[in-house]
């Protein structure tokens, strides 16, 4: 608030002196003609303009009523040194079309501060913050503000105009860019301690941020100049929690080693104890982990926990040992442990013992997920064990308590593979045939229509709900201006904000194209699948086309198509199908184990695969690049289809689980594909083979 009041005491101030200067001032910035130039220095900020400008601004009068071509010919004339005029023309897109005034103000703010006109710089910022007390700019406007000030040597001020600016954003780089600015304005002003805490925010808050390593620094000095530690226990702990969540594991366990070593209190102790065991428990260091859950007090679900590590520790006796004697127990636990027990005996092809536990769960109708997820193990073990019969009961029983169109999928399919292998060949064909038209671009859809590949499977038509739009038209103009400037970071950045107000088919599918147009695959694909999950495996709706497309698009198809080009390389189809469930068309994203990029490749795989190709100068960092991803992804999938030719799902379960373990599952398997499928033994893995064999199907279909 006080930054605020500042603010709007400065801008006061300037139109008291313009006033000053003219008398006429209201008159003349509204009768004035602009291209002249006599009443240029009304301009809020205006630079000293050369006369022969006068031309630049005559030949701009033909796109004032272009927003987009005004701020295109405004990046034209800063590459070409007219600041002047550059200056000038966002000043008249400000005025004359306040839907991106923001946007002109910021840019303006910015170039008056880079030519080192700092006040004015201040003064045009201070004027589009109180101009637009909704724009998602405000962050930028404000920090702007600050620097500003900075350069005027007003910390305090600076450090009022960062707050304002923490107040706008959750972003996480943001905040701590944000904040590292404010400790470096403390310490300029002697306020060591001060800067310190400050550090210290960033260094526990945003431990991922590019200035976390900096205040880590920062902190180590100031300490050792004030004699005091100021990051305590509770601190590390802090610390250790938001590295737990963005799963950086073994960072968080030397933080939560750390906390544990200078104290805690009983409470926090007990609760950061139980994160270092979870955390082992995630770095796959299982006896660790168990001896870490045992050392704790055995309530809540910490004995669940001791069981689970057992089994990962190879105990796998004790452990069910542990799940059953969980099992007899009252409590909250007690249907989890019968579930996991019967999970292990199941492994160990103990079926009946299995059984026992998942019959008590079909029972218990309070149980309505476990209870699901036992009468599908049921049915299974029937189905591999040959009682076809009983298993098409008990799939049948489970489509019918199954409320999800797509969850009543899967038992519908292997009910009706329990018919067919039955003898009752009439009732298979006729769940196929819904599963194959109803759900044609389902994972079950596609693998029935494989079983009457002659049969004709026109799918039924359908609609979808137009639904109430949440976004206003103004909204969505303001990006489709800020994308017709070629302005794509930001309106990307538009884009993005608009996906927590959409609403209806026109809202999803105008917000779509414009993701799409910049090139924010991710988000398109986002705001069309959450939406229309149901609808998207029914099948295209003619004249809705474009639905499907954004759900599963082309993404870097020029890319995709220099890396399959060649004889011997995997379909492009499968590519697209692969980047979209490893990293939904996110080049830089990181994995919480390292794999980086749109196919999410390792480091060590990724330097492995460059030598194979020939790409001698390689860097982990080329993973970021599309092209260079793209390129080794696609290489190891053909060497992955090549060691598995006769099962794709082989050469996709390959690229998860790794082409060992896969091997071991493959070899004398002679089971028909579904099943193999259905089969795999790590569940993460059958759920993704799954998931990009539907993809696969669906890129076939589309493209």
Excluded: C
């Excluded at 199941?346 to 699901?372: M, P, T, W, Y």
């Excluded at 599963?435 to 799918?459: C, E, Q, V």
């Amino acid at each position: 608030m006080k930054v605020l009041n500042r603010i709007v005491l400065g801008l006061i101030g300037l139109t008291l002196l313009l006033a000053q200067t003219s008398p006429n001032m209201a008159s003349a910035s509204t009768e004035a003609d602009p291209v002249k130039g006599e009443e240029t220095a009304l301009i809020l900020g205006s630079m000293p303009t050369p006369p022969a400008d006068r031309i630049l601004r005559a030949r701009s009068e033909a796109i004032f009523d272009d927003p987009a071509a005004l701020l295109r010919a405004a990046a034209i004339g800063i590459e070409q040194n007219d600041d002047a005029h550059a200056d000038w023309l966002y000043a008249q897109l400000a005025e004359r079309h306040p839907i991106v005034g923001d946007h002109a103000g910021l840019r303006r703010a910015r170039l008056q501060f880079s030519m080192g006109r700092v006040l004015e710089a201040r003064q045009i910022a201070s004027k589009a913050v109180a101009d637009y007390p909704n724009s998602p700019l405000r962050v930028d406007l404000f920090e702007l503000i600050g620097e500003a000030l900075i350069a005027e040597r007003d910390e305090i001020g600076a450090r009022e105009a960062w707050a304002a600016a923490l107040a706008e954003t959750t972003d996480d780089d943001r905040r701590a860019t944000l904040l590292r600015r404010v400790a470096r304005s403390e310490e300029r002003s002697g306020e060591d301690r001060a800067a310190g805490i400050t550090w210290r925010l960033v260094w526990y808050a945003h431990p991922a941020s590019r200035d976390a390593e900096q205040a880590s620094h920062r902190l180590d000095l100031i300490e050792a100049h004030l004699g005091e530690t100021l990051r305590r226990a509770s601190d590390w702990r802090r610390r250790g929690d938001r590295l737990f969540r963005l799963r950086m594991n073994e960072e968080a366990l030397e933080a939560y080693d750390r906390a544990l070593e200078m104290g805690l209190s009983k409470s926090e102790m007990h609760r950061t104890q139980k994160q270092r065991a979870q955390t082992f428990f995630r770095l796959r260091r299982y006896p660790a982990a168990l001896k870490a859950f045992q050392s704790l007090d055995q309530v809540g679900d910490t004995p669940i926990w001791v069981a689970r590590s057992m089994a990962r520790s190879d105990r796998v006796p004790e452990s069910i040992a542990a799940f059953e004697k969980l099992a007899k127990r009252s409590g909250p636990h007690r249907a989890r442990a019968h579930y996991l027990a019967a999970l292990l005996l199941d492994g160990r092809n103990r079926n009946e013992e299995a059984s026992v536990h998942f019959e008590f769960l079909a029972n218990n109708k309070d149980q309505d997920e476990l209870s699901r997820a036992a009468l599908w193990y049921l049915g299974w073990t029937e189905f591999r064990e040959g009682r076809f019969a009983q298993a098409s009961q008990q799939f049948k029983s489970l489509s019918e308590i199954t409320t999800n169109e797509i969850d009543r999928l899967r038992p519908l399919y292997w009910q009706a593979r329990a018919l067919e292998a039955s003898g009752d060949r009439e009732g298979a064909q006729s769940l196929f045939v819904d599963l194959a038209r109803n759900f044609p671009l389902s994972y079950y859809g596609f693998r029935a229509r494989d079983r009457m590949p002659s049969m004709d499977l026109k799918s039924p038509h359908h609609e979808i709900s137009p639904g109430r739009s949440g976004l206003r038209p103004s909204e969505l103009a303001r990006v489709r201006i800020l994308m017709a400037a070629g302005l794509v970071d930001a309106s990307a950045s538009e884009s993005a904000r608009l996906m927590r107000g959409v609403g209806g088919l026109d809202d999803r599918v105008a917000l779509a194209r414009l993701l799409t147009s910049a090139g924010d695959f991710n988000r398109a694909q986002r705001v069309i699948v959450d939406a229309y999950t149901t609808s998207l495996a029914r099948g295209p709706v003619a004249g809705l086309e474009e639905l499907w497309w954004y759900a599963w698009p082309s993404a870097f198809s020029g890319h995709v198509d220099a890396a399959t080009v060649t004889d011997g390389s995997v379909d492009p189809e499968l590519v697209y199908s692969i980047m979209r469930e490893e990293s939904g068309y996110r080049p830089k994203i990181v994995s919480p184990v390292g794999a980086r990029g749109l196919l999410q490749i390792m480091r060590e795989t990724g330097a492995q695969l460059a030598g194979r190709v020939g790409r001698v100068d390689f860097d982990a960092d080329d993973l970021f690049d599309p092209a260079m991803n793209i390129e080794l992804g696609s290489f190891y999938l053909g060497e992955l289809s090549r060691q598995f030719p006769m099962r794709i799902s082989a050469s996709i379960a390959s690229y998860n689980a790794g082409p060992n373990v896969v091997a071991n599952w493959v070899e004398g398997d002679p089971r028909p594909d579904d099943e193999w499928v259905e089969s795999i033994p790590y569940s993460q893995t059958r759920s993704y083979v799954k998931r990009v064999m539907r993809s696969l199907q669906a890129y076939q279909l589309l493209y």
